[in-house]
């Protein structure tokens, strides 16, 4: 079971930290990627973290905001955000593929393709 916790209400140009963990399974070892919906919007992948080496990838739109990373010894994947804008806004879901170690491109994998989800945490950017 994946888990995510974290979210709430910030204004713009705030800040949060998003925390996945899981239960029977452990997230150091495969890839891991952060997706966020928008209300009425589909899911869009955002960053993934490599398992191997921590690599990183980001998606355009949040490049240069938000931080992946990982801390092993808890099972845990953070997502910090930064620089929030009201486009922001949305439910933020972490995603694990058991196939998968390395990142591939962001967005260039179906969310079908991904084997574990957690239920989401959501985040409100207000201007």
């Known amino acids: 079971q994946v888990v995510e916790s974290g979210g709430g209400s910030v204004q713009a140009g705030g800040s949060l930290r998003l925390s996945c963990t899981a239960s029977?399974?452990?997230?150091?070892?495969?890839?891991i990627d952060w997706f966020r919906q928008a209300p009425g919007k589909e899911r869009d992948d955002l960053t993934c973290?490599?398992?191997?080496?921590?690599?990183?990838e980001y998606a355009d739109s949040v490049k240069g905001r938000f931080t992946v990373s990982r801390d092993s010894a808890k099972n845990m994947v953070y997502l910090q955000m930064n620089s929030l804008e009201p486009e922001d806004t949305g439910t933020y879901y972490c995603?694990?593929?058991?196939?998968?170690?390395?990142?591939?491109?962001?967005?260039?994998?179906?969310?079908?393709?991904?084997?574990?989800w957690g239920e989401g945490t959501k985040v409100t950017v207000s201007s």
């Open positions: 973290i490599s398992s191997s080496d921590s690599s990183t």
């Open positions: 995603a694990a593929d058991i196939h998968r170690e390395r990142c591939t491109a962001i967005g260039s994998r179906p969310v079908w393709d991904y084997d574990y």
């Open positions: 029977g399974l452990t997230l150091d070892l495969y890839a």
